[in-house]
């Protein structure tokens, strides 16, 4: 069974640093890794999508790496601004007979004006 | 910017009694998917939907629970008697048929007393 695991919990950083989220996941045979940001209360937003034959992805700010061979995938944020805060997730999709989305527990980030 | 909505925001029920979650997933979206997530808890895949019947579900998609897509535009989640371990967010999510980017809903808040 699949299982992903964020590291860290929680993170606070003052603004204008530039940082990394990690996201490990237990099975390699994955079809997809989907990074979300969820603000509280509210529901997720996708963020970055990255195929399992791809190395990486970038939108603005926000660059997803995937090594799918060591079950491994980074989300860098540069120049982080307070409205980044919110709780990052990370998902993988099986590629399996189990196509579902499993869910880490999410990286908790403050940026501190 | 087309978005996935869901109806009510919050719902108050007794256990023991139905409810209908409702989504109206993007128009031109043909996957739809349930998730839910317990306070503090991971988000988990419930169910997923495509040309009419489910494709794929979890454990915890059981007997209780169904779904249906009445018309063109809604796509519903039915749990028929609530438990208080039914109480979560539960997150409608919807994609293309030609990319596995899911986009979700705002959700909906049960509270089962």
């Known amino acids: 069974k699949q299982e992903v695991t964020q590291i860290p919990a929680a993170l606070s950083v003052p603004e204008g640093e530039n940082l990394v989220l990690n996201c490990s996941f237990t099975?390699?045979?994955?079809?997809?890794l989907q990074w979300f940001r969820q603000d509280p209360g509210k529901g997720l937003t996708s963020l970055l999508l990255?195929?399992?034959?791809?190395r990486e992805q970038t939108s603005g700010r926000l660059n997803a790496s995937l090594d799918k061979s060591s079950g491994r995938s980074t989300l860098y944020i540069a120049a982080s601004q307070p409205g980044d805060s919110a709780t990052y997730l990370c998902?993988?999709?099986?590629?399996?007979?189990?196509?579902?989305?499993?869910f880490g527990s999410g990286t908790q980030l403050t940026v501190l004006p | 910017e087309p978005e996935v909505t869901q109806t009510p925001s919050h719902q108050v029920t007794q256990m023991g009694q139905e409810v209908i979650l409702r989504c109206v997933p993007i128009?031109?979206?043909?996957?739809f998917y349930w998730y839910r997530q317990i306070l503090g808890q991971k988000v988990e895949f419930l169910v997923s939907?495509?040309?009419?019947?489910?494709?794929?579900k979890s454990e915890i998609f059981d007997d209780q629970f169904s779904v249906e897509r009445p018309d063109g535009s809604n796509f519903t989640l039915k749990i028929r008697s609530t438990k208080l371990e039914d109480s979560a967010m539960y997150f409608c999510?919807?994609?293309?048929?030609?990319?596995?980017?899911?986009?979700f809903g705002p959700g909906t808040r049960l509270t089962v007393t």
């Open positions: 999510a919807s994609r293309l048929y030609s990319s596995y980017e899911q986009y």
């Open positions: 099975d390699s045979a994955i079809y997809n």
């Open positions: 990255i195929q399992s034959s791809q």
């Open positions: 998902a993988v999709r099986g590629s399996g007979s189990a196509r579902q989305l499993t």
């Open positions: 128009s031109n979206h043909l996957y």
């Open positions: 939907f495509y040309n009419n019947e489910i494709s794929e």
